[in-house]
Each structure stands twice: as C-alpha cells, then as structure tokens.
C-alpha cells in the first residue's frame, strides 16, 4: 500500500466516523493572552475549506513569533491595514463548521491539529476574546502529534515530530505556514495515519 491508497482509504474512514474531524492550522505572533491569533485555515473531510487574516487584537507580542510570521506573508503593518476582525472570524469559522457538521449528520465538530494542544487553546482563547460564550469545537483537540506515539520505536515524545513519521505517512512537500496549506497538508497525513492504524488492526478474531 503506497502513500495515495493510504489518503483514499483514510478519508473513507474520517468521513465515516461519527463526528466531523476538522484538520485546523492557526498562525500567531505569541501565545494565547499574549499575543494575537493572525490567521486560521481549516479542511473539512470532504474537501471544504476556510481561510482568513485577522487584524492583531495586541500590542503584546513575541519578538520570535512576529518575526516567523512576518517571513512568512503576515505582516503586523499590513494586518492592521487589511486583517479581519476576530469577532466577525470566530462566527464565520463557527457558521462555516456548523453547516458542514449538519450537512454530514455529525454528532459533534472535533479540532484536529498536529499540535492541538496549541492550535485548540488559540481557537478557545479568541472565541473567548470575540466574546462567543461557547467554543464550537467543545473542550478539547484531537491531536496528530500524540497519535504519532502509534509509530514511533520507542515511548519518547521527541520521536513524534513529522521527520520522525514512516515515509509512506508523508506527503509530497512540507509545512509551509500558510494556516490553510498547513491545514491540507496536515490532513494528508491525518488521512494516512487512519488508514495505516486500521489496516494494521484487521486481525482475524479468534471466537
């Protein structure tokens, strides 16, 4: 089975469980109450898609984080010119994940992340921020990062980074911290990572 046939068979998977798992990726110049959510890209499983660049709500910021985000497209200067407001995101984000977790017939929208525990407390925090009482995605990430711990050699965390993944886990290319290819690029693996963990777990059952 190569890396396409793992995608394929994964997003059959995805699609079918009983909740809608929504590949997230978030961009920030800091942290959650220190800093400001600039951007959220998002892929459902059956293709839709979200983007938006949101004006900082900060003056707080980390110097480290600006300067990454700024290398790449998310300029402080131009956000505050051209950003979205973060109240008017949060809703069209929700709207957006209501509708597909409907139209699906899912119980429930889960955030998927390949660093959920950051990508999840960015999205709490600014629901929180645009003063929307309930997170839509409720109290927790599922996240890719842990459920690489399902490959690695040993129990050690540090081998859950993406360069620590089989190669038939990986697509073509990288990150590159655009918050929507991110998104689609982490699905990728998300979807490979479903097929593989089922295949390996089709066992004949002993009655």
């Known amino acids: 089975m190569n890396h396409e046939q793992l995608l394929e068979e994964g997003q059959k998977i995805v699609q079918k469980a009983p909740q809608a798992f929504f590949d997230i990726d978030v961009e920030s110049d800091g942290w959650p109450g220190f800093g400001s959510l600039l951007s959220i890209g998002g892929v459902s499983p059956w293709g839709d898609e979200f983007y938006a660049e949101i004006k900082p709500t ?46 699906e017939g899912k119980t429930d929208a889960v955030l998927t992340a390949f660093n959920a525990s950051y990508d999840f407390a960015w999205i ?47 697509p073509e290319g990288d990150f590159t911290h655009n918050a929507l290819e991110d998104s689609i690029y982490q699905q990728k693996i998300h979807f490979a990572m479903a097929a593989l963990i089922s295949f390996k777990n089709k066992k004949p059952i002993d009655y």
């Open 124 to 170: 709490d925090y600014a629901t929180r921020e645009a003063g929307i009482d309930k997170n839509l995605f409720g109290i927790a990430g599922f996240c890719i990062k842990s459920l690489a711990m399902c490959f690695a050699q040993e129990y050690d965390w540090k081998k859950t980074s993406k360069g620590s993944l089989p190669d038939i886990l990986l």
């Open 58 to 103: 900060s003056q707080k910021f980390i110097a480290d984080n600006k300067q990454f985000c700024e290398e790449h497209g998310l300029q402080r200067e131009r956000l505050i010119r051209e950003g979205r407001e973060l109240p008017e995101v949060i809703t069209e984000l929700g709207d957006w994940v209501e509708v597909i977790t409907s139209r």
